[in-house]
């Protein structure tokens, strides 16, 4: 006698197919829902800086917070501010932007790069006291306006510029800091 063996799975292998392929689409649903978890988490750790640092060496579109647009070539990206060489038709200037000052941003990719040097980190105070040491002319914008000087002092959280216009000198705390420009 001869067994006629069915065409196709058996029952038990059908069953056991679909536990398998039950079992592997849970880990996978799993391992994707473990890699979104680990995702959201690193972003939560991104500074904007950071974001910054990422693109050093593009162009990069800044609104302040009083909704001027400054377009520019990412020099330089600190935890506290970033430093733009500013793009033609604009006068091609060096500016330097607290992010504090920063309302938007447009030209940053989705990655950040985390500083990777002890300058990376230096708060504005530093880079002040090198334009006020170089006796550079700047421009120092806030909400309430543009005043052209030299730095004269740099203090913990604010500087004094000594105006070009000879009509003494304007204490500005860091907080109120829009932009500092090179000025001509």
């Known amino acids: 006698m001869t ?4 065409a196709g799975p058996t029952r038990w292998e059908a069953l056991f197919s679909d536990l398998e392929a039950q079992a592997r689409a849970q880990v996978v649903a799993e391992t994707d829902a473990l890699v979104s ?4 988490a690193e972003h939560a750790t991104m500074t904007l800086a950071d974001r910054f640092r990422a693109v050093v060496g593009a162009v990069v579109a800044v609104e302040l917070l009083d909704g001027a647009p400054l377009r520019g070539v990412l020099l330089e990206a600190a935890d506290e501010w970033v430093l733009l060489q500013g793009l033609r038709p604009e006068p091609v200037s060096q500016h ?3 992010l504090a000052a920063v309302a938007a941003v447009h030209g940053l990719a989705r990655q950040a790069t985390s500083a990777t040097s002890r300058r990376d980190s230096h708060g504005l105070g530093p880079v002040l006291r090198s334009l006020q040491r170089d006796r550079a002319r700047v421009a120092v914008r806030t909400l309430s306006g543009v005043w052209a ?7 913990q959280d604010h500087l004094d510029v ?8 304007r204490l500005v705390p860091f907080s109120a800091l829009l932009i500092v420009s090179e000025a001509p």
């Open 149 to 155: 000087g030299r730095i004269a002092r740099v203090g």
């Open 37 to 40: 978890e680990l995702t959201r």
């Open 162 to 169: 000594d105006l070009l216009d000879g009509r003494g000198t």
């Open 96 to 98: 330097l932007v607290p």
């Open 3 to 6: 067994s006629v063996r069915p």
